[in-house]
T-cell receptor
Framework: GDSVTQMEGPVTLSEEACLTI???????????LFWYVQYPGEGLQLLLK?????DKGSNKGFEATYRKETTSFHLEKGSVQVSDSAVYFC????????????FGKGTHLIIQP | DAGVTQSPTHLIKTRGQQVTLRCSPK?????VSWYQQALGQGPQFIFQ???????QRGNFPDRFSGHQFPNYSSELNVNALLLGDSALYLC???????????FGPGTRLLVL
């Protein structure tokens, strides 16, 4: 079945550091890929998405590129802020969107001033 | 434009009881999915409703059931509660022709 593996946390960085959170997936067909963010005490918010190979999703300075050859969708940001502290989830959707999302376990990101 | 809303926000039950959680989708959305998020884990897909029918189901027992109403709102019912059912239950909605799901704040269920 489908699965998502992302790096374990917590990941602790200083403000203005570069961020990479690794995400790899296993899926049948051609899934769509997503990054969701969960701030403390809140629900999940869509951060970015990509629906086909080589697509790059971007939002709020975050980027991720759909790499079919390596089955990866790593999340990157050039300069993180304290407000980026949250839990980040990589997820996929197979079957043209009719399927439920399959999530990774989440990566807790802590940014120190 | 109201987003996805869920009620109640918190709930405490005892083993063996039954619980009903409610979800109102984002305006204009017709498809509702439910997820269970255990502490420290990613959400797990329970099922999805479209046109008042269960369209897809994840790996959850029959104790978990649902319903979708003509106004697209939805309920999640869990019977014979177990301690392991303690989790954050998330509702997500979308328009059937689009892929992106929008999540509500969740209902935190504690089973004692």
């Amino acid at each position: 079945g489908d699965s998502v593996t992302q790096m374990e946390g917590p990941v602790t960085l200083s403000e203005e550091a570069c961020l990479t959170i690794n995400c790899t997936y296993t899926a049948t067909g051609y899934p769509s890929l997503f990054w969701y963010v969960q701030y403390p005490g809140e629900g999940l918010q869509l951060l970015l998405k990509a629906t086909k190979a080589d697509d790059k999703g971007s939002n709020k300075g975050f980027e991720a590129t759909y790499r079919k050859e390596t089955t990866s969708f790593h999340l990157e940001k050039g300069s993180v802020q304290v407000s980026d502290s949250a839990v980040y989830f990589c997820a996929l959707s197979s079957g043209g969107g009719a399927d439920g999302l399959t999530f990774g376990k989440g990566t807790h990101l802590i940014i120190q001033p | 434009d109201a987003g996805v809303t869920q009620s109640p926000t918190h709930l405490i039950k005892t083993r063996g009881q039954q619980v009903t959680l409610r979800c109102s989708p984002k305006s204009g959305h017709d498809t509702v999915s439910w997820y269970q998020q255990a502490l420290g884990q990613g959400p797990q897909f329970i099922f999805q409703y479209y046109e008042e029918e269960e369209r897809q189901r994840g790996n959850f027992p029959d104790r978990f059931s649902g319903h979708q109403f003509p106004n697209y709102s939805s309920e999640l019912n869990v019977n014979a509660l177990l301690l392991g059912d303690s989790a954050l239950y998330l509702c997500a909605s979308r328009l059937d022709i689009q892929e992106t799901q929008y999540f509500g704040p969740g209902t935190r269920l504690l089973v004692l």
